[in-house]
């Protein structure tokens, strides 16, 4: 006598079943997949800059927070690298020196160090 196929597939669904039934211990469930780890970033805009001495320019740092978490004010630091490379503040207004060069603006996350960012600004 051949097997029905409609049977054949109500074994194999109920076999299959049984198989799943049996590896799992009662009352488990089956484990989410890990979360991946936090990868901190920073973008900094713009990245290129031309500038007349003595103009100013907004700089803007763009950072990913972790889940859950926030923050009273961004955790990012400013400095300009060159001594006598102009200033920037804490909300990252750039006010260009007096004399021609090329200079670096750099932001770093408080909170991860080792992220940062830099962008050049040419002051003719």
Request: charged share 15%.
């Amino acid at each position: 006598m051949k097997p029905q196929p409609h049977l054949l597939f109500r074994s194999l669904a109920a076999s299959s079943l049984l198989l799943a039934l049996a590896c799992a211990a009662p009352g488990s469930t089956v484990p989410a997949k890990p979360a991946e780890p936090f990868k901190p970033m920073l973008k900094l805009r713009p990245v290129t800059v031309s500038l007349v001495a003595g103009a100013t320019q907004s700089f803007q740092a763009e950072i990913n927070y972790q889940e859950g978490l926030r923050y009273l004010r961004q955790p990012v630091a400013w400095r300009v690298v060159e001594p006598q490379g102009g200033t920037i503040n804490g909300a990252g207004l750039y006010t260009a020196p007096g004399t021609p060069g090329v200079f670096h603006v750099e932001v770093r996350r408080e909170d991860f160090p080792e992220v940062f960012a830099s962008a050049t600004v040419t002051v003719r």
